[in-house]
């Protein structure tokens, strides 16, 4: 897939993906951030732990059959990121997203309600990116042009509750824009694999059989 992103878009997608295999090939799930860049915030370690548990319900119920929960994180423009993203399954193989949980560290809020509105769109375009965000191009020429053959999630497939956390500091201000983004793609794509056991290595979603 051709992704109209920054390079670390696409590092933030291959690390919280790879973190996550070790980590469920044991049958244990994470307990720390699956990208060492996340541990230097205060989104981690206590901070992170009573976020997961607490906000994100994470380790509240049992895997698969359906439904998984999916973790992904990243650091950006100066801004530390992570999110957790539920999903359901269905035995057509149709994907539900009933909640995203995002934790934020973007320094000092000057505008609090306007960096929930960042990543509360962002939870939505990550979504839209990862089902059916495909970019091609023949002879030249790209081949999408408008919505209809480039979709956006609509109301029923993007995520029903969206709830962003702004970490309390008093670093300097740092950018909101494009961290949020990145992060959903690879959250929903370890909690695919949570609820089926199939991993996605080619996006969009609309490429693979998840039944």
Do not use: H
Not at 6 to 35: D, E, H, K, Q, V
Not at 130 to 145: C, F, L, W
Not at 178 to 199: D, H, M, Q, W, Y
Request: proline share 8%; net charge positive.
């Amino acid at each position: 897939m051709n992704w109209r992103t920054t390079p670390a878009a696409i590092l933030s997608s291959t690390s919280s993906t790879f973190w996550g295999r070790p980590a469920f090939s044991i049958s244990t799930l994470p307990t720390t951030p699956p990208n060492p860049d996340i541990l230097s915030t205060s989104v981690a370690c206590a901070g992170w732990q009573r976020w997961r548990a607490e906000k994100a319900g994470w380790g509240k119920r049992k895997p698969g059959k359906g439904s998984g929960l999916g973790i992904a994180a990243q650091r950006y423009s100066f801004t530390y990121v992570a999110s957790v993203v539920e999903v359901e399954v269905t035995e057509k193989g149709e994907v539900r997203i009933p909640r995203v949980d995002t934790a934020v560290d973007a320094g000092t809020a000057i505008n609090p309600a306007n960096i929930k509105a960042q990543f509360e769109g962002a939870a939505v375009f990550g979504t839209s990116i990862a089902r059916s965000g495909e970019i091609t191009a023949a002879s030249g020429v790209i081949d999408q042009s408008n919505f209809f053959d480039y979709p956006v999630a609509r109301i029923l497939e993007a995520p029903y509750q969206t709830n962003v956390y702004i970490v309390d500091s008093d670093a300097p201000p740092a950018g909101v824009g494009e961290p949020g983004v990145s992060v959903i793609p690879s959250a929903l794509c370890n909690a695919i694999f949570e609820a089926t056991g199939k991993r996605i290595r080619d996006l969009p979603l609309s490429k693979n059989r998840l039944v």
